[in-house]
């Protein structure tokens, strides 16, 4: 079965510095992987994908995510961390499974970012 | 565009009453999803539609119903409320594109639903 997993609640920051939140994954088959940013009183939105190809996957705000086969790893980065990236960061995969038609998408638990001024 | 949006955005429901929640796109998407989000376990999804007439269950179904008589309306039934469907509602959508596995979807703001 597919599976998800954001090994930290939180994850604490300075402005300015580099971030990382992390996320490995379990599949079966090619993995098709998603970050959602979630700021408070809102919906999830997209932040960016890995499909196919290049393993460095560049997204929206500056963000970034490298996807590791070998260490099933699709880690969110950004090289210098703004106070208003402080939200709820969540990892997600595509279910590949026959039941649901790979429509089921399987999230992780969820990270808080702070960024500290 | 409004993207999707959700109605109502909060309510207060006594155990045993029904409510529909309503989620409408102006995006033109194919597919529409309902999931729910809960402390420490990310979003689930509850049922899903492929197009306009055509629905179908996802991870957690029961106590739930949906209908997708519109191509741009999703609703979300409850017919007899319990404690255990307190939770954050998420609408979502997404485009039709050459597989459901890579698309991206457009979630709402999302409905907080409290049964007492």
């Known amino acids: 079965a597919q599976s998800v997993a954001q090994p930290e609640d939180q994850v604490n920051v300075a402005e300015g510095n580099p971030l990382t939140v992390k996320c490995t994954y379990s599949v079966s088959g090619n993995p098709y992987l998603f970050w959602y940013v979630q700021y408070p009183n809102r919906g999830l939105q997209f932040l960016l994908k890995?499909?196919?190809?290049?393993?460095l996957v560049k997204g929206s705000y500056g963000f970034e995510a490298e996807f590791n086969k070998s260490q099933t790893s699709f880690h969110l980065k950004k090289p210098s961390a703004l106070v208003s990236d402080s939200a709820l960061y969540f990892c997600a995969v595509r279910d590949i499974g026959q039941d649901t038609g790979g429509f089921k998408t399987i999230f992780g638990a969820g990270t808080r970012l702070f960024v500290k001024a | 565009n409004a993207g999707v949006t959700q109605t109502p955005k909060f309510r207060v429901l006594k155990t045993g009453q029904s409510m529909t929640l309503l989620c409408a796109q102006d995006m033109n998407h194919e597919y529409m999803y309902w999931y729910r989000q809960d402390p420490g376990m990310g979003l689930r999804l509850i049922h899903y539609s492929v197009g306009e007439g055509t629905t179908a269950k996802g991870e957690v179904p029961d106590g739930y119903n949906v209908s997708r008589l519109k191509k741009q309306n999703f609703l979300l039934g409850l017919e007899s409320a319990a404690p255990s469907q307190t939770s954050v509602y998420f609408c979502?959508?997404?485009?039709?594109?050459?597989?459901?596995?890579?698309?991206?979807?457009?979630f709402g703001p999302g409905t907080r639903l409290t049964v007492l």
């Open positions: 890995y499909i196919t190809g290049d393993n």
């Open positions: 979502a959508s997404s485009y039709r594109g050459p597989s459901p596995r890579t698309d991206t979807q457009y």
